[in-house]
């Protein structure tokens, strides 16, 4: 499933899209490329075109992507997905948008256990 920003066109200037992977063994990896579309990204990670996180994780299947027209922007989001729980990242694989909510709200806004 491929996205474009609100605003962003794969005609314009150099963007830069951020996908998600699901490895053999379950576990996702977040990974980013520029070019006109994520394809040929996937096809050197099923390859093993180079050794990293999915080398012994093979093959891998592309869960989500989304297109940037501004680089810092898919690197921004990039590093934010990382960060992410397993939970949340499956929920944003489903465009569960509630879920991807209540996981941010869990974290950061629990309010703390009374001493």
């Not at 063994?25 to 099923?46: K, L, P």
């Not at 390859?47 to 891998?60: F, K, L, N």
């Not at 922007?73 to 990382?82: P, T």
């Amino acid at each position: 499933m491929q996205r474009i920003a609100p605003g962003a066109s794969k005609d314009d200037a150099v963007g830069i899209y951020v996908y998600m992977l699901r490895c053999a063994d379950g576990s996702f990896y977040i990974g980013s490329a520029t070019g006109e579309d994520t394809s040929q990204r996937v096809e050197q990670h099923n390859a093993g075109a180079y050794p990293g996180y999915t080398y012994s994780r093979r093959p891998v299947v592309l869960v989500w992507s989304e297109y940037f027209d501004r680089i810092t922007d898919g690197i921004a989001a990039e590093r934010q997905l990382k960060g992410w729980g397993r939970a949340k990242k499956e929920a944003l694989i489903r465009s569960d948008w509630k879920a991807v909510s209540q996981f941010a709200r869990r974290r950061a806004g629990a309010p703390r256990p009374k001493k």
